[in-house]
């Protein structure tokens, strides 16, 4: 299984900006998606999930500036980002899970510049 993080990139305090992943087979073939980061020096966090039946969660820091979400036809899940703060500033890594394991993906950086 492999999968492909893209749209990271630098932004501005406030500003938003999506990520996707897009896995080898079906995104809806996997228990759950989601998205962990990984900031400078700290330890890798679990940001946003979205199960099989598309149930969301959120890490407290993003709730309500993050918003998860899968595509089924694009075949693809993303991560909005809004209202982005420097502390945002990561590494954010795509998983995905089944009954056989983990996987992940290679990161994409997001840069929020104050």
């Known amino acids: 299984v492999q999968l492909q993080a893209s749209g990271g990139g630098l932004v501005l305090t406030g500003e938003s900006l999506t990520i996707s992943c897009t896995p080898s087979?079906?995104?809806?073939?996997?228990?759950?998606i989601g998205w962990y980061r990984q900031a400078p020096g700290k330890q890798r966090e679990l940001v946003a999930t979205?199960?099989?039946?598309?149930?969301?969660s959120y890490t407290d820091s993003v709730r309500g500036r993050f918003t998860i979400s899968r595509d089924n036809f694009k075949n693809a899940v993303s991560l909005q980002m809004a209202s982005l703060k420097p502390e945002d500033t990561a590494v954010y890594y795509c998983?995905?899970?089944?009954?056989?394991?983990?996987?992940w993906g290679q990161g994409t950086l997001v840069t929020v510049s104050s």
């Open positions: 979205i199960s099989l039946v598309g149930s969301t």
């Open positions: 087979r079906g995104a809806s073939s996997f228990n759950g």
């Open positions: 998983t995905a899970w089944d009954e056989q394991g983990q996987y």
